[in-house]
């Protein structure tokens, strides 16, 4: 069998060669691809105080009276990343009385004053149940002042007494 070629069949098979060859391979073939980005910001609380110890000295008043001792003011920064208007708080609980060795003095002796947006003016320490101290909605940032105060007695014995108090900020 003869096959004949004829001038347009050739120039076709001239043309396909040309292109095929001029053209680069990736010109050639195109791929897409696509990723889904997420990024997740979850609820996030977070309590800081400018110091971590409050001194009250009961040695410097006059022994004929007993008197109402403070102490410096305690810095409390609170920052809450959460959803919509969720109500988040901010509580205080004495871990027990104020102990020096044996001697116990009430934890319900020492009290607070507090000035700052959502903070709560004033409360008593309590072992048994948290104290409300704060109260906000929706993100935000707040800063307070707490000046504790601790009611003396001449019938405390003599000792450095102290207590832990354990501040905890929450979504109820």
């Known amino acids: 069998m003869t096959v004949k070629s004829s001038p347009r069949v050739v120039a076709l098979l001239v ?17 897409n691809a696509s990723i889904n980005v ?3 910001f979850g609820t996030r609380v ?3 105080f400018d110091r ?5 000295d009961t040695q410097a008043y006059d022994p004929d009276t007993v008197t109402t ?8 920064s609170a920052r809450a990343r959460v959803e919509g208007n969720t109500r988040i708080v901010l509580t205080l609980l004495a871990d027990g009385p104020l102990r020096s060795g044996t001697s116990t003095i009430p934890a319900n002796k020492v009290g607070w004053t507090i000035a700052g947006p959502g903070f709560h003016a004033n409360g008593t320490a309590n072992p ?15 800063t307070g002042t ?11 014995p003599v000792g450095v007494y102290s ?6 900020f929450s979504i109820p």
């Open 52 to 56: 971590t110890t409050v001194t009250m």
């Open 46 to 48: 977070k309590v800081v």
């Open 15 to 31: 043309w396909v060669a040309i292109v095929g060859l001029a053209s680069p391979a990736s010109a050639q073939t195109t791929v």
């Open 69 to 76: 001792i403070t102490s410096d003011p305690l810095i409390l």
């Open 146 to 156: 707490q000046i504790y105060s601790f009611e003396d007695s001449w019938t405390y």
């Open 128 to 142: 048994n149940s948290a104290r409300l101290i704060g109260q906000w909605r929706g993100s935000g940032a707040w």
């Open 38 to 40: 997420q990024a997740t």
């Open 163 to 168: 207590m832990l108090m354990t501040y905890t």
